[in-house]
């Protein structure tokens, strides 16, 4: 019964003829490969017996390790920090803790995760834990918010990078001047250079607005500038890559993904309320693509962000100047054939789902017609007229 057990075969016969094929195959005629299995089975036999001291112990361990997943008992001792990164997948945390030694094995800490079905539930994030803990006891404490370090900041939707810089920089007291010059470089921040290519065959210069994904983020000890936005733009891509962004809006809007990220900029600056993200988004294709007179967009938004670029405090559409809505020098002037040459601000998933996919529709203007932030969309103009009329008795304009 011991020399069927198929535990190993004869070294000198893998040295001669292993090589030439893919595995071994048990030879059943009593020739050749006998002699290794029988001496490992002998020795399995043996410590079985007790024929043999602590040393074959020892051996019969560690060759049980292949069969049983090791682990640590109990709770654990001491304190460890550690970082689960954006993106981590269980194999990833069940790494990042075996690193730290906090658990005996990943797998340890995969087969306690795929008992517990909250494990779903573990966020990226620093957390504080303790050394050779049980992979159970692991998981258990990564659900525990308590034991989770906080350093958050968030990003609301529709900021401009500069903006973004000043609340990283509050947050984290790292200088603008460094996220300023971190930003200079979007390529080397991680944005794939196919991103700055346009369909219109307009020169675009890269930049980082509109790449830094807004959302809420952990910040990590000894973050640096280029590590956090480096982080922002990973988001960007995950957010993107999950929505196939890139691909729809090249195969059905037959643009590039740049400038329908422009778009989805306008829409998170124009439209007051979510629900008319997609509404805003279809005004602007409708007047750099289609029948509107100039070919250009005529949104005083595009202004006010050139204003926010050269240092200058924004307006209200109404206190606008003659000469800041037409200034020949602005390259984000409303009245430029075309879309803008860049995103304006850092639009959310909505903005880019809007711009993505867009509600059908020939309207060429809007007006917000309540408190809410709705607006009402127009395909003529005499039609924006009488929806102006209905945002004066509502008060609004």
Same mark, same amino acid.
């Given at each position: 019964?011991?020399?069927?057990?198929?535990?190993?075969?004869?070294?000198?016969?893998?040295?001669?003829?292993?090589?030439?094929?893919?595995?071994?195959?048990?030879?059943?005629?009593?020739?050749?490969?006998?002699?290794?299995?029988?001496?490992?089975?002998?020795?399995?036999?043996?410590?079985?017996?007790?024929?043999?001291?602590?040393?074959?112990?020892?051996?019969?361990?560690?060759?049980?390790?292949?069969?049983?997943?090791?682990?640590?008992?109990?709770?654990?001792?001491?304190?460890?920090?550690?970082?689960?990164?954006?993106?981590?997948?269980?194999?990833?945390?069940?790494?990042?803790?075996?690193?730290?030694?906090? *658990?005996?094995?990943?797998?340890? /800490?995969?087969?306690?995760?795929?008992?517990?079905?909250?494990?779903?539930?573990?966020?990226?994030?620093? !957390?504080?834990?303790?050394?050779?803990?049980?992979?159970?006891?692991?998981?258990?404490?990564?659900?525990?918010?308590?034991?989770?370090?906080?350093?958050?900041?968030?990003?609301?939707?529709?900021?401009?990078?500069?903006?973004?810089?000043?609340?990283?920089?509050?947050?984290?007291?790292? +200088?603008?001047?460094?996220?300023?010059?971190?930003?200079?470089? =979007?390529?080397?921040?991680?944005?794939?250079? &196919?991103?700055?290519?346009?369909?219109?065959?307009?020169?675009?210069?890269?930049?980082?607005?509109?790449?830094?994904?807004?959302?809420?983020?952990?910040?990590?000890?000894?973050?640096?500038?280029?590590?956090?936005?480096?982080?922002?733009?990973?988001?960007?891509?995950?957010?993107?890559?999950?929505?196939? /962004?890139?691909?729809?809006?090249?195969?059905?809007?037959?643009?590039?993904?740049?400038?329908?990220?422009?778009?989805?900029?306008?829409?998170?600056?124009?439209?007051?309320?979510?629900?008319?993200?997609?509404?805003?988004?279809?005004?602007? !294709?409708?007047?750099?693509?289609?029948? /509107?007179?100039?070919?250009?967009?005529?949104?005083?938004?595009?202004?006010?962000?050139?204003?926010?670029?050269?240092?200058?405090?924004?307006?209200?559409?109404?206190?606008?100047?003659?000469?800041?809505?037409?200034?020949?020098?602005? +390259? !984000?002037?409303?009245?430029?054939?075309?879309?803008?040459?860049? =995103?304006?601000?850092?639009?959310?998933?909505?903005?880019?789902?809007?711009?993505?996919? =867009?509600? =059908?529709?020939? &309207?060429?203007?809007? *007006?917000?017609?309540?408190?809410?932030?709705?607006?009402?969309?127009?395909?003529?103009?005499?039609?924006?007229?009488?929806?102006?009329?209905?945002?004066?008795?509502?008060?609004?304009?």
């Amino acid at each position: 019964m011991i020399d069927d057990l198929d535990l190993g075969f004869d070294e000198a016969e893998r040295g001669e003829k292993g090589r030439h094929r893919r595995g071994f195959v048990r030879k059943r005629n009593g020739k050749g490969g006998g002699r290794g299995k029988t001496v490992l089975a002998l020795l399995l036999a043996m410590v079985l017996l007790g024929g043999i001291g602590g040393g074959a112990f020892y051996g019969f361990d560690r060759i049980q390790n292949y069969f049983v997943t090791p682990d640590y008992d109990g709770a654990g001792t001491g304190e460890v920090t550690v970082e689960i990164k954006q993106g981590a997948l269980l194999a990833d945390m069940a790494d990042a803790l075996y690193t730290a030694g906090v *658990v005996k094995s990943p797998k340890a /800490f995969i087969e306690a995760a795929a008992e517990n079905a909250r494990s779903k539930n573990i966020q990226p994030g620093l !957390y504080k834990l303790r050394k050779e803990m049980s992979g159970s006891h692991a998981v258990t404490a990564m659900l525990d918010l308590k034991n989770k370090i906080v350093n958050g900041v968030t990003i609301p939707e529709g900021r401009t990078a500069k903006n973004v810089f000043k609340l990283l920089a509050d947050k984290t007291k790292i +200088p603008v001047k460094d996220f300023e010059a971190a930003a200079k470089d =979007p390529i080397g921040l991680g944005v794939p250079d &196919w991103w700055f290519k346009r369909s219109d065959n307009k020169k675009v210069k890269p930049s980082i607005e509109g790449f830094l994904y807004p959302d809420t983020y952990e910040i990590p000890p000894k973050a640096t500038a280029e590590s956090i936005l480096t982080m922002m733009v990973e988001n960007f891509l995950t957010v993107t890559g999950q929505m196939e /962004f890139a691909d729809k809006v090249q195969s059905e809007r037959k643009i590039a993904p740049y400038e329908a990220l422009i778009v989805a900029s306008l829409a998170q600056a124009e439209a007051g309320n979510k629900d008319d993200l997609g509404k805003v988004a279809r005004v602007a !294709y409708n007047r750099v693509y289609g029948d /509107f007179d100039c070919g250009c967009l005529e949104m005083d938004v595009t202004v006010n962000y050139y204003l926010e670029l050269i240092g200058r405090p924004t307006k209200r559409s109404a206190d606008m100047t003659a000469a800041e809505l037409d200034d020949q020098k602005n +390259p !984000y002037n409303r009245k430029l054939r075309g879309l803008p040459p860049s =995103p304006i601000n850092n639009p959310g998933k909505e903005a880019m789902a809007g711009a993505m996919d =867009p509600p =059908p529709g020939k &309207w060429l203007f809007f *007006v917000a017609i309540d408190k809410e932030g709705h607006s009402a969309f127009a395909e003529t103009y005499e039609e924006q007229l009488r929806n102006q009329e209905k945002a004066k008795e509502a008060g609004i304009i």
